[in-house]
T-cell receptor
């Protein structure tokens, strides 16, 4: 069964360092998303991406964040200069169209020290 | 700010009983509603979605939608210990994004 894959599963970084989280969405999907979940809190929308551009972003997704789909398969989330409060589980998700099931990856846990 | 509200729980349910979960949403224009299950440290997994007013059944799960009251519910019949998880209500917004509630923790006791 096709699945969304994310790497790394866990990354520990020092405050101020750049982090790139990688995702490979399901191959025929066209809509891509990043969500984050701080421990014990709700799943929060960060950004949606369609047709090689950001379609919507939340207030969380400030200038420190960027997304890219560099090669038609990978979908990356970059955090330019990490802060302690960026520690969270980051989920990538994709879907074939604007409706229907949203498929989540297993998540990348980011710990900022 | 569009909100999705759920009781945080925990909701303690004896094995074999019915668990009833509630969710309200603030955006009256919302059309699509989803229930996800999330085990601790894992990603959300879809249980079911509902678009139309009324009930929708899938196995032991029934989703109920009342758009006039802006209310979605999930019933879990014959609850099993493996149903112990956090249940997330989600509402679809623009560009297909989902807005999640904080989730209701369900604990099924043998």
């Amino acid at each position: 069964e096709p699945e969304v894959t994310q790497t790394p599963s866990h990354q520990v970084t020092q405050m101020g360092q750049e982090v790139i989280l990688r995702c490979v969405p399901i191959s025929n999907h066209l809509y891509f998303y990043w969500y984050r979940q701080i421990l014990g809190q709700k799943v929060e929308f960060l950004v949606s991406f369609y047709n090689n551009e950001i379609s919507e972003k939340s207030e969380i997704f400030d200038d420190q964040f960027s997304v890219e789909r560099p090669d038609g398969s990978n979908f990356t989330l970059k955090i330019r200069s990490t802060k302690l409060e960026d520690s969270a589980m980051y989920f990538c998700a994709s879907r074939p169209g604007p409706t229907g099931e949203l498929f989540f990856g297993e998540g990348s846990r980011l710990t900022v020290l | 700010q569009k909100e999705v509200e759920q009781n945080s729980g925990p909701l303690s349910v004896p094995e074999g009983a019915i668990a009833s979960l509630n969710c309200t949403y603030s955006d009256r224009g919302s059309q699509s509603f989803f229930w996800y299950r999330q085990y601790s440290g894992k990603s959300p997994e879809l249980i079911m979605f509902i678009y139309s007013n009324g009930d929708k059944e899938d196995g032991r799960f029934t989703a109920q939608l009342n758009k006039a009251s802006q209310y979605v519910s999930l019933l879990i019949r014959d609850s099993q210990p493996s149903d112990s998880a956090t249940y997330l209500c989600a509402v679809k917004g623009s560009w297909g994004k989902l807005q999640f509630g904080a989730g209701t923790q369900v604990v099924v006791t043998p």
